[in-house]
């Protein structure tokens, strides 16, 4: 059973930084690519940032430059770094997880947390 438990979301002033921690079953961290995906209300869902076994990444172009995601190879946790954060950026974050690249490059992800609210103020 694929197991993903988000933590670390909170408030920031504009141009902050806040990371974000996923903890995972040991299968899916090292079976599945994973990455994060956020909501914000009346938008649609956004993949964000995606890690892949050979632990190259990809970005979405909202967040390139600002954000990074890593994996801790001491334990099954996932984190999405944050800096320079844009009010834009509000949204409740999800850490997720698929068995299949394409799906985590399109941020189509199969798996997901409970999300954690991540609110940016100007």
């Known amino acids: 059973q694929v197991q993903l438990v988000e933590s670390g979301g909170g408030s920031v002033q504009a141009g902050g930084s806040l990371r974000l921690s996923c903890a995972a079953d040991?299968?899916?961290?090292?079976?599945?690519?994973m990455g994060w995906f956020r909501q914000a209300p009346g938008k649609e869902r956004e993949g964000v940032a995606a890690?892949?076994?050979?632990?190259?990444?990809t970005y979405a172009d909202s967040v390139q430059g600002r954000f990074t995601i890593s994996k801790d190879n001491a334990k099954p946790t996932l984190y999405l770094q944050m800096n320079n954060l844009k009010p834009e950026d509000t949204a409740v974050y999800y850490c997720?997880?698929?068995?299949?690249?394409?799906?985590?490059?399109?941020?189509?992800?199969?798996?997901r947390g409970q999300g954690t609210q991540v609110t940016v103020s100007s």
């Open positions: 997720a997880a698929d068995n299949l690249d394409g799906a985590c490059y399109r941020g189509t992800f199969k798996y």
């Open positions: 040991k299968y899916t961290y090292n079976n599945y690519c």
């Open positions: 890690i892949y076994d050979d632990r190259s990444t």
